[in-house]
C-alpha cells in the first residue's frame, strides 16, 4: 500500500481546509485510514480514524467538533475536512493505514503505512 496527501496550505484562523490522502497498491488489505499531526517541537499525535470498510470515524478529543472525516471507496481516498481553524492546528498532516485488524487504532505503532506529510499553516 502506497499513500498520497494532499491539500496542505496556508489558512487563516476560523477558515477551512480539506487534505485529501489517496491510496493506491494492495488496498483491500487496510482495515483502518487515519491522519495524524506533528507540530514544531511536538511529538506526533493522532487526529482520526475511520475503518475503510465502513463504520463511523472517530476522533481526538480537540479536533472532533471541528474535523471531519470522508472516506471515499471508490476513489480509494479519505478526507480531512477542516473547519475553524486555530493556529494551533499549525502542523504537519500525515495519513496511515494500518493492514492488521485493530479496533479503533489511534496510536502510532499500530499504523505501518505512513504518507508523506502535508504542511498546514494556521495564520491568526
Known amino acids: 500500500v502506497q499513500l498520497q496527501a494532499s491539500g496542505g496550505g496556508l489558512v487563516q484562523a476560523g477558515g477551512s481546509l480539506r487534505l485529501s490522502c489517496a491510496a493506491s497498491?494492495?488496498?483491500?488489505?487496510?482495515?483502518?485510514m487515519a491522519w495524524f499531526r506533528q507540530a514544531p517541537g511536538k511529538e506526533r499525535q493522532f487526529v482520526g480514524g475511520v475503518n475503510w470498510n465502513g463504520g463511523y470515524p472517530y476522533y481526538e478529543e480537540s479536533v472532533k467538533d471541528r474535523f471531519i472525516i470522508f472516506r471515499d471507496n471508490a476513489k480509494n481516498t479519505v478526507a480531512l475536512q477542516m473547519d475553524s481553524m486555530k493556529p494551533d492546528d499549525t502542523a504537519v498532516y500525515y495519513c496511515a493505514a494500518d493492514t492488521i485488524y485493530r479496533i479503533r487504532p489511534s496510536r502510532i505503532d499500530e499504523y505501518d503505512t505512513w504518507g508523506q506529510g502535508t504542511l498546514v499553516t494556521v495564520s491568526s
Open positions: 497498491g494492495r488496498t483491500v488489505s487496510i482495515y483502518h
